[in-house]
């Protein structure tokens, strides 16, 4: 007959003999409450793994929102100097062309060669 060469739990009983699953871990193939305790242990840390993960998506997910805040604060910021240096911009143009003008106003006045 052929048979297994894996490493089994089975009970004697009065219904005879019953293969039960065992645990393999990691390191080693655990039988009964060891192997009933470790998955218990594995469990606890693949969901300790797993809060990690969660817990750093959330952490990054909030350093992206903290971060697009800010790019918006620094563009609204730069709007508004842009606009303060546009106007300085025409302010000194215009303070720029009043003086030409005086000048041209000024030689024609006094009859010089332009």
Do not use: C, P, W
């Amino acid at each position: 007959m052929a048979h297994s060469n894996q490493v089994r739990e089975f009970v004697l009983s009065d219904k005879g003999i019953h293969l039960l699953d065992v645990y393999v871990g990691s390191e080693r193939v655990l039988f009964g409450s060891a192997g009933s305790g470790q998955k218990i242990k594995d469990r606890a840390v693949k969901l300790a793994r797993e809060q990690e993960i969660t817990k750093k998506q959330r952490d990054l997910e909030i350093k992206k929102r903290l971060m697009e805040m800010n790019i918006i604060a620094l563009k609204e910021k730069y709007t508004e100097e842009e606009r303060e240096i546009e106007v300085m911009i025409e302010q000194d143009q215009e303070r720029e062309k009043t003086i030409n003008e005086e000048r041209n106003d000024m030689a024609v006045y006094r009859s010089a060669d332009r």
